[in-house]
């Protein structure tokens, strides 16, 4: 019996101690966005299972490593075996942290699949020193990950976006009339997503500071976001009464 309030996930039981706290996204549909702690937990399994391999020369753990994040990547969350081990039991005792876009850790995942595919290649061949150094390599990467948050595979997705989107679509000028806003000052016209935390923090700072944001829901209005090259969200850029482009906040 629960004596406090209990936010339910899929049960009216409280277990415990422990309480099942409601979910914003749901992980195994919710595909375009990601609880930003779920990549951390895989990429701790992938640090202590490539580390064990490089430790102990056990090379046929990188051949299932990688097997797994490739089953995972082609089937979805439902079969990779880190995910699911977060989502069933971790997330519904410790909560569900803050939503981030899933486009950079999947691919972290990718990254990760080839470099442990081409480690046990090596090892097959009979290169066991390139095989043990690109083990390790996956290990610390992702070692890293977990410490700091620096996904560098994150970062490299980041990075290939802004040059294929925003930066390849430079434009000068936003059509307020097809946002349906007329406005006398300087504005904002920001991209946003329902389900992005850093959106909405970005959106608060902006309110702060007294500005007036427009928000333009990437998820309902994917044509504006082709047209500006929007790759990556929150942008947002401060453009005056004739949407003229001041510059990018």
């Known amino acids: ?22 979910r914003t996204a ?12 779920a990549p951390r937990f895989n990429q701790a399994v ?6 064990l391999a490089s430790v102990t020369g056990w090379w046929p753990l990188l051949a299932l490593l990688g097997a797994q994040l490739i089953i995972g990547l082609t089937f979805g969350r439902r079969y990779c075996l880190p995910c699911v081990a977060y989502f069933e039991w ?6 569900e942290g803050p939503l981030e876009d899933s486009r ?63 930066r390849a679509r430079a434009f000068d000028r936003i059509d307020l009339g097809e946002l ?4 006398a000052r300087e504005l904002v016209v920001q ?3 329902p389900l ?29 976001a082709r047209k500006y090259g929007v790759s990556l969200v929150p942008l947002a850029f401060a453009v005056n009464a004739d949407g003229v482009v001041q510059g990018r906040v």
Request: aromatic share 8%.
């Open 46 to 51: 992938v640090a202590t299972i490539s580390g």
């Open 104 to 166: 950079p850790p999947r691919f972290a995942n990718i990254l990760g699949a080839v470099f442990l595919s081409a480690a046990t290649l090596a090892h097959i061949a009979g290169l066991h020193t390139l095989g043990l150094f690109l083990g390790a390599l996956v290990s610390g990467l992702a070692l890293l990950a977990v410490t700091t948050g620096l996904c560098m595979g994150c970062e490299v997705y980041r990075f290939i976006a802004r040059v294929r989107g925003v």
């Open 26 to 37: 749901d992980p195994y549909s919710d595909l375009a966005v990601i609880d930003a702690r």
């Open 1 to 22: 019996m629960c004596h406090t309030p209990c936010l339910l996930l899929r049960t009216d039981v409280c277990y415990g101690v422990w309480t099942m706290n409601a």
């Open 191 to 193: 991209f946003t997503h």
């Open 180 to 183: 349906g806003v007329s406005w």
């Open 90 to 95: 971790v997330q519904p005792r410790w909560g």
């Open 196 to 224: 992005c935390t850093e959106c909405h923090e970005l959106e608060e700072r902006l309110t702060r500071e007294g500005r007036h944001v427009v928000k333009v829901d990437v998820s309902k209005r994917p044509d504006l």
